[in-house]
């Protein structure tokens, strides 16, 4: 689904369709030897806390049928396993430092080499997270397709947050404007540390200091997206935008 089928050639035809051919190349721009031996496509969704990553990955996956991927699920999956970057990982994890981002990269690279992404291309979920992991990744040739971020005001950020709450039994969340949970299990409903606004207001600051580090390595295929509005309307801009990868 991810491989462009050039179409066979007519003696006639060949002449009369040089405007087609161009649009195509810059729609599937040629790839670099390091990127091709990869094989995926890869798109990548960025934004600030809150800002509706997680509700857009499962309708993109839904929709185009990328594999998911997050960083923070190679780590523990090769951890568990204890393949030799998981082992290597787990050193510093296990020293409460940070995994350096070049080993990051080599976990991220060869989770791409895997079959399934191969075939189906990925969804790369909020990573990179800074310009060091950005700029590795170019290093590494891992060729990004589209670079999604997903834009709201802070204040919408911060009151989406602090609305949120958890319940423990089922994992499910809720918030206390926007989605309101019923009124039999609002008494057990959890209010996370993370959804606090001092929390919220940390990880914007964060954020903010590093996303323009970033998008510098992405500039030609980064895809602004408002996220303010309702995720159906999120979606239709993304949908539009992921039809040409």
């Known amino acids: 689904a991810f491989l462009s ?51 857009q990955c499962e309708k993109i996956k839904a929709k185009f049928g990328y594999v998911h991927i997050s960083t923070g699920d190679i780590l523990r999956e090769n951890v ?5 970057l998981g082992k290597k990982a787990k050193e510093y994890m296990d020293a409460g430092a940070l995994v350096p981002s070049d080993l990051v990269i080599d976990l991220v690279k060869d989770r791409l080499m895997q079959e399934d992404v191969m075939a189906k291309g990925c969804l790369l979920d909020g990573f990179p997270r800074a310009p060091d992991q950005a700029q590795a990744m170019v290093e590494a040739g891992i060729k990004v397709d589209k670079f999604l971020l997903i834009k709201v005001p802070d204040e919408t950020l ?15 969340i809720y918030h206390l404007v926007f989605k309101p949970p019923p009124k039999e299990i609002i008494s057990r409903l959890v209010h996370r540390s993370d959804d606090q606004e001092e929390q919220i207001r940390a990880r914007l600051e964060t954020y903010h200091s590093q996303i323009n580090g970033v998008l510098s390595y992405f500039k030609e295929v980064v895809v602004e997206v408002d996220g303010s509005s309702k995720p159906d309307d999120v979606f ?9 990868v």
């Open 236 to 244: 239709c801009q993304i949908e539009k935008s992921l039809e040409v």
């Open 158 to 172: 911060v009151e989406r947050g602090v609305g949120r709450r958890l319940d423990p039994d089922t994992g499910q």
């Open 80 to 84: 568990k396993e204890c393949t030799e």
């Open 5 to 55: 089928m050039a179409p066979k050639k007519k003696p006639a035809a060949a002449k009369k369709r040089p405007a087609s051919a161009s649009v195509a190349s810059k729609k599937r721009p040629a790839r670099s030897p390091a990127s091709r031996a990869l094989g995926a496509r890869v798109v990548i969704i960025s934004g600030p806390p809150a800002a509706g990553k997680g509700t």
